[in-house]
Nanobody
């Protein structure tokens, strides 16, 4: 079955950096556009960034210039490099694979606090 497993979350001070990973199994990873979403307490889940199979990327305006989405198709892994982290980036971060079907990971907590 398809599995998406996020890792790399944690507690970081404002201005710090984290790299999230999403390991994918059970599907042809390179065929799928992949995205990172996040959900803060009391808020709706929101799109952070998307990367298509050919490498084209899109970002939410709130993270543009600070976050970088990438993928390694040989390792079936999606990444999100986050720099210049702010308290408002605190959320559970989820990876999503979406083409004809949609699959979600279980999420990883990112907390930005001093």
């Amino acid at each position: 079955q398809v599995q998406l497993v996020e890792s790399g979350g944690g507690l970081v001070q404002p201005g710090g950096s984290l790299r999230l990973s999403c390991e994918v199994s059970g599907m042809i990873f390179s065929n799928y556009p992949m995205s990172w979403y996040r959900q803060a307490p009391g808020k709706q889940r929101e799109l952070v960034a998307t990367i298509h199979g050919g490498g084209r990327t899109n970002y939410a305006s709130s993270v543009k210039g600070r976050f970088t989405i990438s993928r390694d198709n040989a390792k079936n892994t999606l990444y999100l490099q986050m720099t210049g982290l702010r308290p408002e980036d605190t959320a559970v971060y989820y990876c999503k694979a979406s083409q004809i079907q949609t699959f979600w990971g279980q999420g990883t907590q990112v907390t930005v606090s001093s």
